[in-house]
């Protein structure tokens, strides 16, 4: 403890602190110090694997969300794929990785909460990888003028579907394929036939395979095509994952 010229204590007694501010003196606790438990380290470790793991979510298909994702979605994807890893009971705590958790939980996860793709779409893209690794992207049959919405604004729009595969031991990612679908928003009558797209992953072994999709609006300027997709409309989402053993 000390006592300055002025006659202010200043300094540490016990758990109480001393100090002045302007011409006021405070007397205050010190802060307790807080030591983790074995458990909260562990559980510490988990999220910041599955903070690691969204990162390389997020730059794997940054095609998908094109950054037009709202303010809380780094958080919202961090906080699913923790889940993701928590979901597999024989996942040793502290140890967790994603590409060992029920990655199913990760299906139809929105990037862009103000634009939910169920809103846009009214069909559902499904997967199946069977167990020669061969991956099927399955498109069903849809109505134009029925299952899918359209903008005034908008004189076309495409219907991405894109899948990668992203490795976390290595932290790399891998395209492994790219579709569109492309609309005449002023064509919009008739029918758009099933689609099915079949990717042979045996050379991605060892990655989780992710499948994001989005839809794009676009007006025409001077014959130019020009996107109006923004953060506060930008429909895009996680179709599934899938592990490629």
Request: aromatic share 8%; with cysteine.
């Amino acid at each position: 403890m000390k006592i300055a010229a002025n006659g202010a204590l200043r300094g540490l007694v016990g758990n109480v602190v001393a100090r002045k501010i302007g011409n006021q003196q405070i007397l205050q606790s010190r802060p307790r110090k807080f030591k983790q438990t074995v458990a909260t380290k562990k559980a510490s470790t988990d999220f910041g694997r599955a903070s690691n793991a969204g990162g390389l979510v997020r730059a794997g298909l940054s095609d998908t969300h094109l950054d037009l994702y709202d303010s809380n979605m780094v958080s919202r994807l961090n906080g699913q794929i923790l889940r993701a890893m928590r979901a597999n009971p024989d996942q040793v705590p502290g140890k967790m990785s994603l590409q060992h958790g029920k990655l199913h939980r990760l299906a139809n996860f929105q990037f862009n909460e103000k634009s939910n793709t169920q809103d846009y779409l009214n069909f559902d893209i499904e997967l199946f990888l069977n167990e020669n690794n061969l991956l099927a992207i399955e498109i069903p049959r849809f109505k134009k003028d029925r299952d899918i919405k359209f903008l005034d604004t908008a004189g076309k729009m495409i219907v991405v579907i894109n899948a990668m595969g992203i490795d976390f031991v290595k932290a790399a990612t891998h395209i492994v394929s790219y579709s569109e679908i492309e609309i005449n928003c002023k064509q919009w009558e008739g029918w758009h036939e099933a689609e099915r797209i079949a990717v042979d992953c045996t050379p991605f072994r060892g990655c989780v395979i992710f499948v994001g999709l989005s839809v794009l609006y676009f007006n025409n300027d001077r014959g130019r095509d020009i996107l109006i997709n923004s953060k506060a409309l930008h429909p895009a989402s996680l179709v599934g994952a899938c592990n490629i053993a």
